[in-house]
């Protein structure tokens, strides 16, 4: 069995762009390893550091530095120190500032300064994991858009397909015998969306979900009676809070987004 490999991952930024590369070479070799990120190196003494944890855990590093001094002095000692260390940014810059003639501007974390969209989808994604089920209705508050409906009705694919349109999404399960967050008849009616579902094609779905639980049928999950009911309620609730309803009884999670962006652009 192969002992377990180490690596270091230095970077003037968050280190994420190091950490694909070096992942994607390791995935050519069958060795287990630990990864530990050290990011936003800005000095000497933390080069110093770690490469002395390098040679006392006859470690490899990988690193992506665009101050020439900082590469160039991690460079230098681990060759002096006889530690494997692979420079990611240096040979690609160089190259690059043969080809425009030009110097690179030697500041760090520019790919994700320069894309905000990059950081407005990450929160969106982490806002509708958070904000998924009504866990916290705090989150109403802050959504861009609330999507309400009972069990089975696409609520969190359809939060999470909207938060990679950069979109902060809630999502709020309707149940007859649990009264809605308060903060749900407080926000702007237009922000919310419910999602209504025909009761036949709501009892096929829910059928298919006990089957892949390796439950029975049987169970009121399922049963149409109760799925009038929670419908019932439902549209009692929507009525009450005066928004918009969309049909996903027949639609495709991307479809009946795109519904969404318009009603929302509306």
Not at 111 to 124: G, I, M, N, P, S
């Amino acid at each position: 069995m192969n002992s377990k490999k180490h690596v270091f991952i230095l970077s003037d930024s968050v280190g994420e762009t190091a950490e694909l590369v070096i992942k994607a070479g390791l995935s050519q070799f069958t060795h287990h390893y630990d990864i530990q990120r050290v990011p936003y190196v800005e000095d000497i003494r933390t080069i110093d550091e770690v490469l002395f944890r390098a040679k006392d855990t006859e470690s490899i590093i990988g690193f992506t530095l665009v101050d020439p001094m900082l590469r160039d002095y991690l460079n230098q000692k681990a060759s002096e120190l006889n530690i494997e260390a692979i420079d990611i940014m240096g040979p690609m810059l160089q190259a690059m500032e043969r080809f425009f003639d030009k110097k690179p501007r030697q500041e760090p974390g520019l790919v994700h300064k320069l894309d905000e969209d990059y950081f407005k989808k990450v929160e969106a994604i982490e806002f509708a994991v958070k904000y998924d089920d009504g866990r916290d209705p705090r989150g109403i508050s802050r959504a861009d858009i609330i999507l309400i409906g009972v069990s089975r009705t696409s609520k969190t694919p359809l939060s999470q397909f909207l938060a990679h349109k950069r979109l902060k999404v809630a999502n709020i399960p309707i149940v007859p015998e649990v009264e809605p967050p308060e903060e749900l008849f407080m926000v702007d009616p237009k922000k919310c969306i419910g999602l209504r579902i025909e009761p036949i094609k709501l009892n096929d779905i829910r059928k298919e979900r006990l089957k892949a639980l390796g439950l029975g049928d049987q169970a009121t999950y399922a049963n149409i009676q109760r799925i009038h009911q929670e419908l019932d309620y439902f549209n009692k609730i929507v009525e009450r809070i005066g928004c918009r309803v969309v049909d996903v009884s027949n639609k495709a999670v991307e479809e009946t987004a795109n519904h969404i962006l318009r009603l929302i652009k509306e």
